[in-house]
Nanobody, 121 residues
């Protein structure tokens, strides 16, 4: 059974920083892409940032403020969020895409349970 467990959310004032972590555990052979999505109240879940072996990409709204990094050996992804704005508020979900449990496994997508980030003005 594969699980993604996020941590690091919380309440912060505008201009502050938070760092999110997500660790994937279980039977894992490899993960093609790890990333973070955000869902604000009443809105759809949108990509914030994702990282592969070839690089990373970000939503336009967070470019220059957020960085994403990954520890492949630990199946862990991090999201450093700086200069936070109230519009960054939402539930942040960790995503593991193209995860295979073995070399013969079909790649699948997994999600974490989400962690709340609230930025006050």
């Amino acid at each position: 059974q594969v699980q993604l467990v996020e941590s690091g959310g919380g309440l912060v004032q505008a201009g502050g920083s938070l760092k999110l972590s997500c660790a994937a555990s279980g039977s894992i052979f490899n993960i093609a892409t790890m990333g973070w999505y955000r869902q604000a109240p009443g809105k759809q879940r949108d990509l914030v940032a994702r990282i592969t072996s070839d690089g990373s990409n970000f939503a336009d709204s967070v470019k220059g403020r957020f960085t994403i990094s990954r520890d492949t050996a630990k199946n862990t992804v991090y999201l450093q969020m700086n200069s936070l704005k109230p519009e960054d508020t939402g539930v942040y979900y960790c995503n593991a895409d193209g995860l295979r449990k073995s070399i013969r496994d079909y790649p699948r997508t997994y999600w974490g349970q989400g962690t709340q980030v609230t930025v006050s003005s």
